[in-house]
């Protein structure tokens, strides 16, 4: 079955990168429908979406993170990753990779995750 | 950005009982509504899809109905084990957007 793993350091020092990569067992990242996306969840603002990449690397971004973020897939690896640049303690989050789907109807959906990896960002 | 309101933050029933979420969106969103049940420490998952689609695996205790801008989830019969935080998320615009949660205890 699909599974999805989420690597990448714990811990990032403000104004610095985050990097984080997903590995896809299962599907590839680079054939079918399917869609690959990065969500975070912080406590206060909870769950927000930020991108997603699709089987020809097209790249959709959330607006709010759109100036600080590069999203890529390696098909050789098959894995696909996400870079944050200028990291403050807001973007402190566990980060969670996601199969994005879309059905008939146009219906978009998360039905595979990532167990998710904790960032935090602090000196 | 379409905001999603869900109502009550949290709740507490008993096993049996039947309890229902509400989500309201700040503008029409027809029925690009999606549910996730989410427990401490584990990533969330996918429970009904496009309001009223049960996803494959997922118990019909279980069921989701709305349209426009106000949708509910339903769980009957509550069994100890949907102790949960559970959201609602739209993908009818962009960016993607997910309600604030409901934890839902079970006494």
């Known amino acids: 079955q699909v599974q999805l793993q989420e690597s990448g350091p714990g811990l990032v020092k403000p104004s610095e990168t985050l990097s984080l990569t997903c590995t896809v067992s299962g599907a590839s990242v680079s054939s079918g429908d399917d869609c690959w996306s990065w969500i975070r969840q912080t406590p206060g603002k909870g769950l927000e979406w930020i991108a997603f990449?699709?089987?020809?690397?097209?790249?959709y971004y959330n607006p709010s993170f759109k100036s600080r973020i590069t999203m890529s897939a390696d098909t050789s690896k098959n894995h696909f990753s996400l870079k944050l640049n200028s990291v403050t303690a807001a973007d402190t989050a566990v980060y969670f990779c996601a199969r994005r789907r879309v059905d008939l109807g146009n219906h978009v959906y998360f039905d595979i995750w990532g167990r998710g990896t904790l960032v935090t960002v602090s000196s | 950005d379409t905001q999603l309101t869900q109502s009550p933050t949290s709740l507490s029933a008993s096993v049996g009982d039947t309890v229902t979420i509400t989500c309201r969106a700040s503008?029409?969103?027809?029925?690009?509504v999606n549910w996730y049940q989410q427990k401490p420490g584990k990533a969330p998952s996918l429970l009904m899809y496009a309001a009223s689609n049960l996803q494959s695996g997922v118990p019909s205790r279980f069921s989701g109905s709305g349209s426009g801008t106000a949708f509910t989830l339903t769980i009957s019969s509550l069994r100890p084990e949907d102790s949960a935080t559970y959201s609602c998320?739209?993908?009818?615009?962009?960016?993607?957007?997910f309600g604030q949660g409901t934890k839902l205890e079970i006494k």
């Open positions: 990449i699709d089987n020809r690397g097209s790249i």
């Open positions: 503008q029409d969103i027809a029925n690009y």
């Open positions: 998320q739209q993908s009818c615009f962009t960016p993607y957007t």
